[in-house]
């Protein structure tokens, strides 16, 4: 059974580069799409981006330009790395699976890494 | 972008009575492949997400059968046959048919 942990620090200065990691366990990340996705406290869900250990990464426009995102299949995880960080970048970081014949659905969730930025 | 717009933001709902919620988008989920990818996911209370319904109406792995999903085009609805206690959270449907993924603000399904 694939299994999605998040890690990294909880707390990122501000103008400074939020960096977090996802392990991913029982399964290959050399197949599907990596995905994060954020929780802002008390708000909804807004997408990242992806990576495919092919190259192929999609971002969303609104963040694209602070994002970097990476794929280590030797350590069977993938990275996120946030730039310029401030009070609005505070939310609950969230590391899925993207699976294609499921209709591009996010499948398996990790449990979610709190990140605050002060403002 | 695509713009989801969940209703109601909030439903009460009597144990073991249906519950429905909807989801309408701002274009066509209806992909140039004949796919529409549109899936909805709950969050229970301090839990992350976890997938309920894929491409309109597929359930997921585990899912009970009291959750189904229709809708075409623009129009979806998730739908609780029997509304149980461990169904309380917050459910969002998501699209993946153009860039970037968007969601639904959430609906937020409590017992009365």
């Known amino acids: 059974q694939v299994h999605l942990q998040e890690s990294g620090p909880g707390l990122v ?20 799409y990596w995905s994060w996705i954020r929780q802002p406290p008390g708000k909804g869900l ?19 330009s602070r994002i970097t995102t990476s794929l280590d299949t030797s350590k069977n995880q993938f990275s996120l790395k946030l730039s310029s960080v401030t009070a609005a970048d505070t939310a609950v970081y969230y590391c899925a699976r993207i699976v294609g014949v499921l209709g591009s659905a996010f499948d398996i969730w990790g449990q979610g890494t709190m990140v605050t930025v002060p403002s | 972008d695509i713009v989801m717009t969940q209703t109601p933001l909030s439903s009460p709902v009597t144990l073991g009575q249906p519950a429905s919620i909807s989801c309408r988008s701002s274009q066509s989920l209806l992909h140039s492949d004949g796919t529409t990818y549109l899936s909805w996911l709950q969050q229970r209370p301090g ?38 206690a461990e169904d309380v959270g917050v459910y969002y449907c998501t699209q993946a048919t153009q860039f970037p993924y968007t969601f639904g603000q959430g609906t937020k399904l409590e017992i009365k």
């Open chain 2, 47 to 84: 839990q992350p997400p976890r997938l309920l319904i894929y491409k309109i109406s597929n359930r997921f792995s585990g899912v009970p059968d009291r959750f189904s999903g229709s809708g075409a085009g623009t129009d979806f609805t998730l739908k609780i046959s029997r509304v149980e």
């Open chain 1, 46 to 64: 807004e997408w990242i981006g992806y990576v495919h250990h092919t190259g192929t990464t999609k971002y969303n426009p609104s963040l694209k």
């Open chain 1, 13 to 32: 200065k501000p103008s400074e580069t939020l960096s977090l990691t996802c392990t991913v366990s029982g399964g290959s990340i050399s197949r599907d």
